[in-house]
């Protein structure tokens, strides 16, 4: 099956600064790669995703880029605001069958 | 929108019985149902694929006698754990996807989650 490796596992950066959080992946079938975010307790929420036959894709202050050849994909996040703050996850999937998460990056926006 | 709702939000139940959860998709019709596990401050690890009317596939450690699934219509799927132990005490999440048109089949919708203590 697939395997989604996600580093770091924790950051921390001043507000107004950029994050950067990467995963790979096993599976070169998998096509589809969507990033969530999730707050104590709630559910995870789809913050942007990637489709194997695109390289970068940006949405506002959010952007994820995907090297299909070595199989990694990237979430960055510019200007950080405190509500940034949240655990992030990669997927990984085939088709929207099955996702594979990552192990997730605790990210803290300090003021 | 595409909300799906979870039930119960938490359950305590006594070692050595059974336990339902529910999960529906409210304003979509899900063909297909995922259900995971998660552990505090970890990941969602992938328990099985449900699509409806068909068996459910499992992913590979997790018991199918243990958490039985069942995705009966487009819009229910149920897990139910079965002689709960303490180590089965965990959060659950549903999610599910469709096939209809105007939604993308790769999105995958969440549940609220299901916290499930057992004593």
């Known amino acids: 099956g697939e395997n989604v490796e996600q580093h770091p596992s924790t950051l921390s950066v001043q507000e107004g600064d950029s994050a950067v959080i990467k995963c790979t992946y096993s599976?070169?079938?998998?096509?589809?790669f969507p990033w969530y975010k999730q707050e104590l307790g709630k559910r995870p929420q789809l913050i942007i995703d990637?489709?194997?036959?695109?390289g970068e894709k940006k949405d506002q202050r959010i952007a994820v880029t995907l090297n299909k050849t070595a199989k990694h994909f990237s979430l960055h996040i510019t200007e950080t605001q405190p509500e940034d703050s949240a655990v992030y996850f990669c997927a990984a999937s085939f088709t929207g069958n099955q996702f594979y998460f990552g192990t997730g990056t605790s990210l803290t926006v300090i003021p | 929108g595409a909300v799906v709702s979870q039930h119960p939000s938490r359950v305590i139940c006594k070692s050595g019985t059974s336990v339902k959860i529910e999960c529906r998709s409210l304003d979509f019709q899900a063909t297909t149902m995922f259900w995971y596990r998660q552990f505090p401050k970890k990941s969602l690890m992938l328990m099985a694929t449900?699509?409806?009317?068909?068996?459910?596939?499992?992913e590979q450690g997790v018991e199918k006698d243990k958490f039985l699934i069942n995705h009966a219509s487009l819009t229910l799927s149920t897990l139910t754990v079965t002689s709960a132990h303490p180590e089965d005490s965990s959060f659950y999440i549903c999610?599910?996807?469709?096939?209809?048109?105007?939604?993308?089949?790769?999105?995958?919708?969440f549940g609220p989650g299901t916290r499930l203590t057992v004593t």
């Open positions: 449900s699509n409806e009317g068909s068996k459910a596939t499992y």
């Open positions: 990637i489709r194997s036959n695109v």
């Open positions: 599976d070169s079938a998998s096509n589809y």
């Open positions: 999610s599910a996807s469709s096939l209809q048109p105007g939604r993308s089949p790769y999105e995958q919708y």
